[in-house]
């Protein structure tokens, strides 16, 4: 579970990342919120440009899922703090730190692109040695 505010930007892109780079199939990613809103425009241009097509996902709050149903936890945003406490509970709980590209220019949204891919990455390392 790939976790920031609005699930429109960061965990959309850890959700796509994840599930692109996890060539085996092996594991579930899924993405969500603390409150739902609408993926935002420029997270679709700047995944597209890496040919990653998220045209077709969805925002989704946090609440819509069971956390017994997921292992890892990865908070984009240091919101770890404002989730119900059994989403911290989990096997695996980690806080990203990822700064919200919202407000700001492409360029920053690249950038947030590529922090998450490079987080994505690792996740999937610690996972296949697990």
């Known amino acids: 579970m790939f976790v920031c505010n609005k699930n429109s930007a960061r965990s959309q892109m850890a959700e796509a990342f994840a599930n692109c780079l996890d060539q085996n199939g092996k594991f579930t990613f899924v993405s969500a919120g603390i409150e739902e809103s609408s993926i935002h425009p420029l997270t679709i241009q700047v995944m597209s440009e890496v040919g990653i097509d998220i045209s077709q996902q969805t925002s989704k709050r946090i609440n819509s ?26 096997e695996e709980f980690q806080e990203w730190q990822v700064a919200d590209p919202e407000g700001n220019s492409i360029e920053i949204f690249r950038q947030a692109r590529e922090e998450v891919k490079q987080q994505v990455e690792y996740l999937l390392m610690f996972l296949r040695l697990k």
């Open 65 to 90: 899922f069971n956390s017994q149903d997921f292992d890892v936890v990865a908070s984009m945003c240091g919101c770890g703090s404002m989730l119900p406490p059994e989403w911290l509970m989990v």
